[in-house]
């Protein structure tokens, strides 16, 4: 079976004709191509290639293949030597380099060359225009009073101010209490929960969380069951994170009983969207 499967193949194959490849006669030229006349190729290279293309009606791409095909040299405008004074040197760096040159009327590459030849650094565009300006009797004043009542003195934002006062290295102004924890407060760490801790000793409820991490001691979970009470249906018809945070629910917890008191989820406010009427004209 198999040698005769081969001598079919063989014979296929010595059927087949072998063709030579041969050459097509073509046009020397693409009907497309633009002609260039004698005025056009005179042109080129005298001016750049985006104005010479809007001249002839043509695209710039065209314009630039014909010239590189041709070998000539792409146009550069001569540019006279700047002399620079103190006054134009002293404007280096304070603008975008697009906006000195034209101050200066002269190219943003002489711009940026000679700020680059002088090692300055360029403008940086995230800054504000008016950015504030930081002077040595403005940061006496940090760490003296609180960060807003200082903002409110500068006329600035009070997160300027902190932010500033954390680049210094400076204390906040902030009273920090120290927590002396007695033997009653620590044997409450991981029997009651945190937020009762603090509330019970009026403090902050990330230091109670953090004294117990510190002493390894793992947090208290309420595990006593919800009262059902006539209030506790408008508490559920309010929104499920704002629940859990006021009164230390669990979202699953909260999920359960309104499916058991039959309480709908609170409908989501419609976002007002402004979308602004286009007019086909």
Not at 102 to 131: C, H, Q
Request: glycine share 4%.
């Amino acid at each position: 079976m198999l040698s005769s499967r081969r001598l079919n193949l063989d014979s296929k194959f010595l059927s087949l004709k072998i063709v030579k490849r041969a050459e097509i006669p073509r046009v020397s030229r693409s009907p497309f191509r633009l002609r260039w006349p004698t005025k056009w190729l005179r042109l080129l290279g005298r001016m750049p290639d985006a104005k010479l293309a809007g001249k002839i009606d043509t695209s710039s791409n065209t314009v630039q293949a014909e010239r590189r095909r041709r070998g000539i040299a792409s146009f550069q405008a001569k540019t006279p030597n700047v002399e620079w004074t103190s006054k134009m040197v002293r404007l280096l760096g304070t603008d975008t380099d697009i906006n000195i040159a034209a101050r200066l009327r002269i190219t943003w590459n002489a711009v940026r060359f000679k700020r680059r030849k002088m090692g300055i650094s360029p403008y940086d565009t995230r800054r504000r225009r008016n950015e504030f300006v930081w002077t040595r009797d403005k940061i006496a004043l940090l760490g003296t009073n609180f960060d807003g009542v200082i903002a409110k003195q500068l006329g600035i934002c009070a997160l300027t101010v902190s932010i500033k006062r954390a680049q210094l290295g400076i204390k906040s102004f902030y009273p920090q209490r120290r927590i002396r924890w007695t033997k009653e407060m620590v044997a409450l760490l991981g029997n009651v929960t945190d937020w009762k801790i603090a509330q019970r000793y009026k403090i902050n409820r990330v230091s109670v969380a953090r004294e117990r991490q510190k002493r390894g001691i793992l947090r208290a979970i309420e595990t006593r069951p919800v009262k059902r009470t006539p209030k506790l249906k408008p508490i559920l018809s309010e929104p499920i994170r704002s629940i859990s945070r006021r009164y230390r629910i669990a979202w699953g917890a909260i999920s359960r009983l309104r499916r058991e008191l039959g309480v709908p989820m609170p409908r989501r406010r419609p976002i007002k969207r402004r979308d602004k009427a286009i007019s086909l004209r």
